[in-house]
């Protein structure tokens, strides 16, 4: 079994709205899909498209574990993963059209993690930019700070967009796993402490097992953070982390 924790922090740099997003969702009797969603800053309503983005995939989720009901699933999962972002792809166009949406009002990037608990595997698909670690194994999608977001896309024919999405990690056997937005990488000091210790925050958040035994885990290292080394994330932040119990 997996213990699942998630935090979601506005940037010091931000004032208003913190314009990242996360969801976690268990499908059926034996599947989690989490995500987590950063709004593009540049675009309009930043926060509006990485809210909506969770919020039709959270209602791809429950469809499939309905679905999931009556037919029981004998896809493995990059099938199941590409049906849920299908459903997601429809969506999101649908809604721009009923709601006459500016394609700058949908930029947000996601990554989305399926998981299977009977069988321990997973796969984690990062559309735009952002982290992801496995094992110990930090994986970043740079793209320079020009994500390819979903919204450039709703356009085109869904299997040909997805055949070209190369991003997708898929794993096994897997004891520690977590997908983060880039905010992840902007911790900077924003106040005096007294200690001049240097830690990667990275690491720190996504290898550590420091106050595991508790729910409330990342958000008590992000205060210790801010405590103990006077840091925070300039950018948003949001992030989730699934660690299998000992």
Known sequence: MMNI??????????????????????????????AVMDGCSTGLDSHFASVLTGKILRKAAIEKGYKDLYEPATRNLDEELKEIVRDVFKELASVKKQLMLDEKELLTTIIILLYNIKENKGVILTIGDGIICIDSEITEYDRDNKPDYLAFHLQEDFDEWYSRQDQKVFFENVKDVSIATDGIFTFTKVKKTGSEDTIDFAEYLMKDLTYAGTDEMLNRKLKYLEQHYGVKPTDDLAMIRMIKNP
């Open 5 to 34: 924790y998630s935090a979601i922090q506005i940037g010091d740099y931000h004032t208003q709205q913190c314009e990242d997003h996360l969801m976690i969702r268990k499908t059926g009797s034996d599947k989690i899909i989490c």
